[in-house]
């Protein structure tokens, strides 16, 4: 079973991926979050998209880079430049449904008119230097829009498929519609992974017992909000505080040597899924809401890291967090 770190924007760059390795194992693949805008033709990637890309930052890990394009030549040129650095495989993005990259027909947007999306994804499958791997969602509204876009991808020749089984509409509410990730995998011609709503060593299994030709699995928030999740699906331990904490501390101070005060951002952004971890997630996050600068941020880190220890009712009764995990 391979098992995987899903693309997320603002959250599981090359630190995350990291750092997370570094304390949890390494998964078998990770996906960067979406590279966009792509170079122009003749030109390199931007300062930041190349630091994400960098193979000095993502020594040891499989990592596939995503782009979030329609423009072929630019693709194929992105993916030249990705085939020099030494990468293997590229992902298009099919599946961001934010309203703004939708506008531009790029993400999830795509899939609204799949005559252009065919004509687009056959053009990049057989003028990339590298495989091309696809993550899609099932549509923009419904799912009845899956069959014709499933059956351009039998015809254009990617090396994978994985299905979030989402439309564009649904953003991240409503349970993923399995049975098409199911009906996919045992249609497809190329390789199929599942993503979507994998929380927990139970979500798994239930998964992997109604399909069991399931082989690769990709793991997004999920993971965030415990990061041991995918050690615990491999038959390893489950996440304890003490190991949350110096993740934790290890990811912060990551952050801080990569982007100095903006860490404080990304700590908020990963905070909002580790929650979670609590058994009182709204409080983690008032906590964590209001602070903005380093020295408020860990303070209130420090609350959370000693609150999770059951020490913290003295200091701050009244939002006392219990020290409860929510993994099996
Ligand atoms: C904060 C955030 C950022 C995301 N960024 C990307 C992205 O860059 N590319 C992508 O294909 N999907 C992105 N996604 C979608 C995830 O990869 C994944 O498909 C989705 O979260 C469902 O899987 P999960 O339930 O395991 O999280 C993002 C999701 C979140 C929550």
Redesign the pocket.
């Given at each position: 079973m391979q098992l995987s770190l899903?693309?997320?924007?603002?959250?599981a760059g090359y630190a995350f991926r990291r750092v997370h390795a570094e304390f949890f194992g390494a998964l078998d693949r990770y996906?960067t979050?979406?590279i966009s805008p792509l170079p122009k033709v003749g030109t390199p990637f931007s300062k930041r998209n190349s630091r994400e890309l960098d193979p000095a930052n993502n020594q040891g890990l499989d990592v596939v880079p995503?782009l979030l394009a329609n423009d072929a030549d630019r693709f194929v040129w992105a993916a030249g430049l990705l085939a020099d650095m030494g990468y293997k495989e590229v992902n298009l993005?099919l599946?961001?449904p934010s309203g703004t990259v939708v506008a531009k027909e790029k993400g999830s947007g795509l899939l609204r008119n799949p005559d252009r999306l065919e004509a687009f994804l056959a053009n990049v499958c057989e003028r990339s230097p590298l495989p091309v791997s696809v993550?899609t969602r099932v549509g923009i509204a419904n799912d009845d829009e899956y069959g014709e876009l499933f059956a351009l991808f039998c015809r254009c020749g990617i090396a994978e498929l994985i299905v979030?089984p989402r439309v564009q509409k649904d953003f991240?509410s409503g349970a993923p519609r399995q049975e098409l990730y199911g009906k996919t995998l045992e249609l497809a011609p190329f390789p199929v992974a599942y993503?979507?709503?994998?929380f927990s060593l139970g979500d798994f299994n239930t998964l992997v017992a109604a399909y069991p030709q399931t082989r690769h699995v990709?793991?997004?928030?999920?993971i965030v909000a415990n990061p041991a999740l995918a050690r615990m699906i491999r038959g390893g331990e489950g996440l304890t505080r003490e190991e949350l904490e110096r993740f934790h501390n290890e990811l912060y101070q990551a952050y801080t040597d990569d982007m100095g005060g903006n860490a404080v951002f990304r700590m908020k952004?990963w905070w909002g899924y580790a929650k979670c971890a609590f058994a009182d997630p709204s409080s983690v996050h008032r906590i964590m809401r209001k602070t903005r600068q380093a020295d408020e941020y860990e303070a209130a880190a420090r609350f959370g890291a000693a609150a999770a220890r059951g020490v913290a009712r003295a200091a701050l009764a009244d939002r006392a967090i219990r020290p409860v995990f929510h993994i099996d």
């Open positions: 899903a693309p997320m924007e603002g959250i996906y979050p979406f995503q993005n599946g961001c993550k979030h991240y993503n979507g709503d994998i990709m793991l997004g928030r999920g952004e």
